[in-house]
């Protein structure tokens, strides 16, 4: 059974960063893409960004230049470097692993950006 495991949520002042880490285990397959999705108060579960096995990346505009994703596939672990924190990114922040059968979310993590 694959799990997923979020840290590193938190408060921050705007343009502050925080750096998220999902830890993966259970994998039975080397080919997988990751992302990181959010969800915030009253909205949709949006897609943040998006990273293949090949570490080919994909963004939401609205975070382009402000947040890096990238993997350690010897710790079966992704990032998510978030830079110039603004306060509509205050959101739950989820992890997702999409296999070629199916996709695991992680619990969440929470990130306020607030002053």
């Known amino acids: 059974q694959v799990q997923l495991v979020e840290s590193g949520g938190g408060s921050v002042q705007p343009g502050g960063s925080l750096r998220l880490s999902c830890a993966a285990s259970g994998i039975i397959s080397s080919i997988y893409t990751m992302a990181w999705f959010r969800q915030a108060p009253g909205k949709q579960r949006e897609s943040v960004a998006t990273?293949?096995?090949?570490?080919?990346?994909n963004y939401a505009d609205s975070v382009k230049g402000r947040f890096t994703i990238f993997r350690d596939n010897a710790k079966n672990t992704v990032y998510l470097q978030m830079t110039s924190l603004k306060p509509e990114d205050t959101a739950v922040y989820l992890c997702?692993?999409?296999?070629?059968?199916?996709?695991?979310w992680g619990q969440g993590t929470q990130v306020t950006v607030s002053s």
């Open positions: 997702k692993l999409q296999t070629a059968l199916r996709p695991y």
């Open positions: 990273i293949t096995n090949g570490d080919t990346t």
